[in-house]
């Protein structure tokens, strides 16, 4: 069973204020330690209402500026929501491409190393073979001769 896991944008006391800067961010909370109260408090709730759907995204203004000039956005909250869960669906992505290929790679291993593999079974050449036998025993009774007969 697969849930849809929602982002939820979190930011570093140190990034917060330049990403307070950024166009169309002045609907958040005015101090990083402001948005971690609500944070907080939403996180409890969540937890008192066992929602394990949330991740939560770090967002870099560096990167989330980029992101924002390059999609035409100001970041709004809207914004910064589509981009934490675009981080969050890429990263999942990856994760799973990765585990999908080690599934790869440990089954050719297995196909390689593990199971036993196919020999084609060549039987003996039987005249080569019954060839070899008179010859050892013709030696065997010469021998014998030589020792009775002396």
Same mark, same amino acid.
């Given at each position: 069973?697969?849930?849809?896991?929602?982002?939820?944008?979190?930011?570093?006391?140190?990034?917060?204020?330049?990403?307070?800067?950024?166009?169309?961010?002045?609907?958040?909370?005015?101090?990083?330690?402001?948005?971690? &109260?609500?944070?907080? #408090?939403?996180?409890?709730?969540?937890?008192? /209402?066992? !929602?394990?759907? @949330? =991740?939560?995204?770090?967002? +870099?203004?560096?990167?989330?500026?980029?992101?924002?000039?390059?999609?035409?956005?100001? &970041?709004?909250?809207? #914004?910064?929501?589509?981009?934490?869960?675009? /981080?969050? !669906?890429?990263? @999942? =992505?990856?994760?799973?491409? +990765?585990?999908?290929?080690?599934?790869?790679?440990?089954?050719?291993?297995?196909?390689?190393?593990?199971?036993?593999?196919?020999?084609?079974?060549?039987?003996?050449?039987?005249?080569?073979?019954?060839?070899?036998?008179?010859?050892?025993?013709?030696?065997?009774?010469?021998?014998?001769?030589?020792?009775?007969?002396?």
């Amino acid at each position: 069973m697969t849930c849809e896991v929602r982002a939820i944008p979190v930011y570093t006391a140190k990034d917060y204020p330049r990403i307070r800067q950024l166009p169309g961010a002045d609907d958040m909370p005015a101090t990083w330690e402001e948005w971690h &109260a609500d944070f907080e #408090a939403a996180k409890a709730e969540r937890l008192h /209402r066992r !929602d394990f759907t @949330r =991740a939560k995204v770090l967002i +870099r203004p560096g990167k989330f500026k980029g992101w924002l000039a390059e999609n035409s956005f100001s &970041a709004t909250e809207h #914004a910064r929501q589509l981009y934490a869960q675009e /981080r969050l !669906d890429s990263k @999942r =992505a990856r994760e799973e491409g +990765r585990r999908e290929l080690e599934k790869m790679l440990i089954a050719s291993w297995q196909q390689l190393y593990i199971r036993p593999r196919r020999v084609a079974y060549h039987p003996p050449d039987h005249g080569s073979f019954g060839l070899i036998h008179a010859v050892i025993a013709g030696l065997f009774f010469a021998w014998l001769a030589h020792h009775w007969l002396g």
